[in-house]
Antibody, heavy 121, light 110 residues
Framework: EVQLVESGGGLVQPGGSVRLSCAASGFTFGSYWMTWVRRAPGKGLEWVANIKQDGSEKYYVDSVKGRFTISRDNAKNSLYLQINSLRAEDTAVYYC??????????????WGRGTPVTVSS | QTVVTQEPSFSVSPGGTVTLTCGLSSGSVSTSSYPSWYQQTPGQAPRTLIYNTNTRASGVPDRFSGSILANKAVLTITGAQADDESEYYCMLYLGSAISLFGGGTQLTVL
């Protein structure tokens, strides 16, 4: 089955760190750009970060630069998001998604169910 | 700072037609923004509806269609059904692997 399954979320104290994981199955993981998207309570979807197939290019929304690190392990079919110096505004459900990136194409076509991160003392 | 604009809310009667728009604060939306549309109901993962302006994702009913109109991306739902009541997000590609979602439109079917 083609799917993405996130894990690693939970309750974290402000200033703490968390590492989110996304396990991919049913497709050739290493052939796709991957992305993280989050949705904070009462807010809409927010694109967070992208990573190229081989990990050589990474892009972040300005609000997370310097605190978030996206990475991947193609041998393990896994995507990661390391979040440091957590703030209350990072509280959200974090989704991983597969990116269709090709000539004249760019969209997210496969989504995980998300993992919630709550930043609170 | 670039902002993707969407109507915060919209209502449609069952069987009716509704058009949701997606604009760009810093200019116009074109096909080179590769507009895509996503549906999200509470507690669920987003679902891809439309990509590349007007291509329906696999399994999406043909009552959903996408286009560009008056410099905005548009999602049209023709013959709205009760289970179309949901939030709808557009996403634009800004170049250099950067994506930006709109604020979303809450669609009510009543």
């Amino acid at each position: 089955e083609v799917q993405l399954v996130e894990s690693g979320g939970g309750l974290v104290q402000p200033g703490g760190s968390v590492r989110l994981s996304c396990a991919a199955s049913g497709f050739t993981f290493g052939s796709y750009w991957m992305t993280w998207v989050r949705r904070a309570p009462g807010k809409g979807l927010e694109w967070v970060a992208n990573i190229k197939q081989d990990g050589s290019e990474k892009y972040y929304v300005d609000s997370v630069k310097g605190r978030f690190t996206i990475s991947r392990d193609n041998a393990k079919n896994s995507l990661y998001l390391q979040i440091n110096s957590l703030r209350a505004e990072d509280t959200a459900v974090y989704y991983c998604a597969r990116v269709v990136a090709a000539l004249r194409k760019w969209h997210f076509d496969l989504w995980g169910r998300g993992t919630p991160v709550t930043v609170s003392s | 700072q670039t902002v993707v604009t969407q109507e915060p809310s919209f209502s449609v009667s069952p069987g009716g037609t509704v058009t949701l728009t997606c604009g760009l604060s810093s200019g116009s939306v074109s096909t080179s923004s590769y507009p895509s549309w996503y549906q999200q109901t509470p507690g669920q993962a987003p679902r891809t509806l439309i990509y590349n302006t007007n291509t329906r994702a696999s399994g999406v009913p043909d009552r959903f269609s996408g286009s560009i109109l008056a410099n905005k991306a548009v999602l049209t739902i023709t013959g709205a059904q009760a289970d179309d009541e949901s939030e709808y997000y557009c996403m634009l590609y800004l170049g250099s692997a950067i994506s930006l979602f709109g604020g979303g439109t809450q669609l009510t079917v009543l």
